[in-house]
């Protein structure tokens, strides 16, 4: 079976969906929870405004966004984008992160994906899964993913090539790094799909 390590995800405009932003942390928050820190941050948040955090299990983690990057907060089910200096709503839908084609999905077991398809990938909720290709393919069909709760490392999200190659070798795709993500973009019957990992 052929691995690639991914590259991360915080390379990329599309960050994985955030539950809320908030300027408190939640009082019992799971692994793997993420959330946009917003004015007047206290407690362990204080000081990390516009800052990503997520719990890693024992201990919030910070990561400093930059300009462009986006990504959903659900519970308000709308897409933000960092201007640089703010997250602002993207009223577009999430359409300038140039995946505007996509339908996005949470999915946290085994998935066969159609033509189209994004899926923020929760490993860390039910553990290691499949996300299959779709069985026909044609030129210019893509399939996108993100480990949305940054887990991958600890549980492999792994893409099925469903009969066709991908990057030519007729072996599935084995995501091993946490908050990696990435587009495969169907070419032909010799190449397959061909993955182009954020970064």
């Known amino acids: 079976m052929a691995k690639y390590n991914a590259l991360l995800l915080e390379h990329s405009?599309?960050?994985g969906p955030v539950k809320d932003r908030l300027a408190t942390p939640p009082g019992s928050p799971d692994k793997g929870d993420r959330y946009i820190v917003i004015a007047t941050a206290s407690g362990d948040w204080s000081g990390k405004e516009d800052d990503i955090a997520y719990y890693d299990g024992?201990?919030?983690q910070f990561i400093?966004?930059?300009?462009?990057?986006?990504?959903h907060v659900d519970d308000e089910d709308k897409y933000y984008k960092y201007t640089g200096s703010a997250w602002e709503e993207d009223t577009q839908?999430?359409?300038?992160?140039?995946?505007?084609y996509l339908t996005w999905?949470?999915?946290?077991?085994n998935y066969t994906a159609s033509a189209g398809d994004g899926?923020?990938?929760?490993?860390?909720?039910?553990?290691a899964f499949t996300l299959t290709l779709p069985s026909s393919a044609s030129r210019g069909d893509t399939v996108a993913f993100t480990d949305c709760k940054d887990y991958c490392e600890t549980n492999n999200l792994t893409i099925g090539r469903?009969?066709?190659?991908?990057?030519?070798n007729a072996g599935n795709l084995i995501i091993n790094l946490n908050g990696a993500g990435g587009?495969?973009?169907?070419?032909?019957?010799?190449?397959?799909?061909r993955y182009l990992p954020d970064g």
Do not use: R
């Open 93 to 100: 839908g999430g359409s300038g992160g140039g995946t505007d």
């Open 58 to 60: 024992s201990a919030w």
């Open 119 to 127: 899926v923020f990938a929760d490993t860390a909720t039910t553990g």
């Open 162 to 168: 469903n009969g066709h190659n991908i990057n030519g």
């Open 64 to 71: 400093t966004p930059a300009e462009g990057w986006m990504c």
């Open 105 to 109: 999905v949470i999915k946290t077991a």
């Open 13 to 15: 405009s599309w960050q």
């Open 183 to 193: 587009i495969l973009v169907y070419m032909d019957a010799t190449e397959g799909w």
